[in-house]
């Protein structure tokens, strides 16, 4: 079982920066993706970026220049670190753990955070 716990949410400025982390806690062995995600009231959840364990990065293109990912491997944590913040970028952002090996042959899929609420509003 694969327990992720988000921090770093909050109110911003437009232009401003935050930086959200997640941490990764439980029995397993290793998770290939780890990312982050983000719902806006009334819509769709939808990918901001993730990061695989041998280094493949994806950003959704209205992040791309202002977002950051990094991953810690070996501590099993994500961060995103967000400049240049703008008011659609206000939604609930979920850390997500993919392709995770708990042990030899079981697999788990798709875990989810609790979410962290970021507004970008002045």
């Known amino acids: 079982q694969v327990h992720l716990v988000e921090s770093g949410g909050g109110l911003v400025q437009p232009g401003g920066s935050l930086r959200l982390s997640c941490a990764a806690s439980?029995?397993?062995?290793?998770?290939?993706?780890m990312g982050w995600f983000r719902q806006a009231p009334g819509k769709q959840r939808e990918l901001v970026a993730t990061?695989?364990?041998?280094?493949?990065?994806n950003y959704r293109d209205s992040v791309k220049g202002r977002f950051t990912i990094s991953r810690d491997i070996t501590e099993n944590t994500v961060s995103l670190q967000m400049n240049s913040l703008k008011p659609e970028d206000t939604a609930i952002y979920y850390c997500?753990?993919?392709?995770?090996?708990?042990?030899?042959?079981?697999?788990?899929?798709?875990?989810w955070g609790q979410g962290t609420q970021v507004t970008v509003s002045s």
């Open positions: 997500n753990a993919n392709g995770i090996t708990v042990s030899r042959g079981n697999y788990e899929q798709d875990k």
């Open positions: 439980g029995e397993f062995f290793s998770i290939y993706t």
């Open positions: 990061q695989t364990s041998d280094g493949f990065t």
